[in-house]
């Protein structure tokens, strides 16, 4: 260094700090979140998910569809619902681990299954991957679990001109690593939709626990 350049630097002292620290924030952000991708391994485990929104309906026949595991297998439980009033639309879905993409698990429902206001709900099994146990923990055995994050935009520019926006991601996380969990078909639209995990695909040969 030159005695000019370090005059210079210690009668701009401040000005060097103010263009240095944000560089320094924005360095320390960026080794954040990369760390945890090179340290923390991929998901291991399936994740079945149930997505619902509310929307209007015109059947002649207004039913619900509820997801839970109970004993191990994942149920559905449908229900009727009064004919004027909104319906709840719901949809069972595998994350696969293996490829980090959501795929719909379609459910079949008896064609000639009609409820009526009043009636007792009915409860079908819904058939899972073979060799894999359901187990009903927010917590998968290597660390992950689902969380839903909101977003708000369109940065420092669209807030000062009241440009709002807000939104809500699903991602897995585990100690730092964050994995993006997006919703085919018509529940990519997370401002109606109420994305939750329902239970974990594990082995047979695991206990669920590590």
Do not use: C
Not at 88 to 95: E, G, P, V
């Amino acid at each position: 260094m030159t005695p000019r350049s370090g005059r210079f630097l210690r009668d701009n002292a401040f000005l060097v700090a103010a263009v240095s620290l944000p560089l320094v924030v924005v360095a320390f952000f960026l080794l954040s979140t990369a760390i945890p991708r090179w340290t923390v391994p991929p998901p291991a485990y399936d994740l079945l998910l149930r997505a619902n929104d509310v929307y209007n309906s015109n059947q002649t026949n207004p039913r619900v569809t509820e997801f839970s595991v109970r004993d191990g297998k994942v149920e559905a439980k449908i229900r009727a619902i009064p004919a004027n009033a909104y319906l709840s639309r719901t949809a069972l879905f595998l994350f696969d681990h293996a490829t980090l993409t959501v795929s719909e698990i379609p459910v079949e429902l008896p064609d000639k299954l009609v409820l009526v206001e009043g009636d007792p709900p009915r409860t079908i099994v819904v058939d899972t991957p073979q060799g894999r146990r359901v187990l009903a923990q927010a917590r998968a055995p290597d660390g992950y679990q689902l969380e839903t994050r909101s977003q708000r935009g369109p940065g420092i520019v669209g807030e000062l001109f009241g440009m709002h926006r807000y939104n809500s991601d699903s991602v897995l996380t585990n100690r730092g690593r964050v994995v993006q969990v997006t919703l085919p078909g018509p529940y990519q639209n997370q401002y109606v939709s109420s994305v939750s995990a329902l239970a974990w695909l594990v082995p047979e040969s695991e206990n669920g626990q590590r």
